[in-house]
């Protein structure tokens, strides 16, 4: 008599979080490097100008995110898009189609 395995172990969803987490950090980290050492070094300089700078520089790259991902989304819904024509259709009609001579 065999006995099916528990998954009790959290091991799985850990997985799936961090390949998540890895995406994301893949996608948007050199954003996220640039924006950090802009207000690392606004801090260090006790700089205001440059943490603002390094804030804009944040939201400007979450918003064009947002927006790209806005307009995929509604394009992908719009029936605007043709489907591409099949390779293997032949572009002249058939013999019992074409007009006598």
Same mark, same amino acid.
């Given at each position: 008599?065999?006995?099916?395995?528990?998954?009790?172990?959290?091991?799985?969803?850990?997985?799936?979080?961090?390949?998540?987490?890895?995406?994301?950090?893949?996608?948007?980290?050199? &954003? =996220? $490097? /640039?924006?950090?050492?802009?207000?690392?070094?606004?801090? +260090?300089? !006790?700089?205001?100008?440059?943490?603002?700078?390094?804030?804009? &520089? =944040? $939201? /400007?790259?979450?918003?064009?995110?947002?927006?790209?991902? +806005?307009? !995929?989304?509604?394009?992908?819904?719009?029936?605007?898009?043709?489907?591409?024509?099949?390779?293997?259709?032949?572009?002249?009609?058939?013999?019992?189609? !074409?007009?006598?001579?």
């Amino acid at each position: 008599m065999t006995r099916a395995p528990q998954h009790d172990s959290p091991g799985g969803v850990l997985t799936v979080v961090g390949a998540g987490a890895l995406m994301v950090l893949c996608c948007a980290g050199p &954003v =996220l $490097l /640039a924006s950090g050492a802009l207000a690392g070094l606004g801090a +260090a300089l !006790r700089n205001p100008w440059l943490i603002a700078i390094s804030t804009t &520089v =944040l $939201l /400007a790259a979450i918003v064009s995110t947002a927006i790209r991902i +806005a307009r !995929r989304r509604r394009s992908a819904k719009s029936d605007r898009c043709c489907p591409p024509p099949d390779p293997t259709a032949s572009t002249t009609p058939p013999a019992s189609k !074409r007009e006598p001579r």
